[in-house]
């Protein structure tokens, strides 16, 4: 995986290694100790990188004005989005705090910021991603 300085690669026992710019995170070792096992996919910005893990957490490197740092704890993701400056986790567990129009309108913002093709209502997008996201 390759953003604009550096890259990431991960291993067969689900370890990863990093090389390149060490503000774009070719040098992860502020993280090295979470990027040891258990990585599924990695996702990157243009100066960041963000592994999501076996768990449902998330190992987050590099600048931090494109998404390089991680200031909450996010468990339980399904899928991660990313921009040429951003993450977006989608966890399966609401947080206590969340309602439901907040969800809506933060997705339908991403889809917006990403320029994705807007071919389906903002229900739709929303019928599709809820149950995800809701905790039953």
């Given at each position: 995986?390759?953003?604009?300085?550096?890259?990431?690669a991960?291993?067969?026992?689900?370890?990863?290694?990093?090389?390149g710019?060490?503000?774009?995170g070719?040098?992860?070792?502020?993280?090295?100790?979470?990027?040891t096992?258990n990585i599924?996919?990695?996702?990157?910005?243009?100066y960041?990188?963000?592994?999501?893990?076996?768990?449902?957490?998330?190992?987050v490197?590099?600048?931090?004005?494109?998404?390089g740092n991680l200031?909450?704890?996010?468990?339980?993701v399904?899928?991660?989005?990313?921009?040429?400056?951003?993450f977006?986790?989608?966890?399966n567990?609401?947080?206590d705090?969340?309602?439901?129009?907040?969800?809506?309108?933060s997705?339908?913002?991403?889809l917006?910021?990403?320029?994705m093709?807007?071919?389906?209502?903002?229900?739709?997008?929303?019928d599709?991603f809820?149950?995800?996201?809701?905790?039953?």
């Amino acid at each position: 995986f390759g953003n604009k300085v550096a890259f990431a690669a991960i291993r067969r026992n689900g370890s990863v290694i990093t090389w390149g710019n060490s503000f774009g995170g070719g040098d992860s070792s502020d993280v090295s100790n979470n990027l040891t096992s258990n990585i599924l996919e990695i996702y990157h910005t243009d100066y960041a990188f963000c592994g999501l893990k076996l768990d449902g957490t998330l190992v987050v490197w590099g600048n931090s004005d494109y998404g390089g740092n991680l200031t909450q704890n996010i468990t339980n993701v399904v899928n991660i989005y990313a921009t040429s400056g951003a993450f977006l986790a989608l966890s399966n567990v609401l947080p206590d705090n969340a309602e439901y129009d907040e969800l809506y309108f933060s997705f339908e913002e991403f889809l917006r910021a990403v320029k994705m093709p807007y071919s389906v209502s903002p229900g739709d997008i929303c019928d599709k991603f809820y149950p995800l996201l809701k905790d039953e």
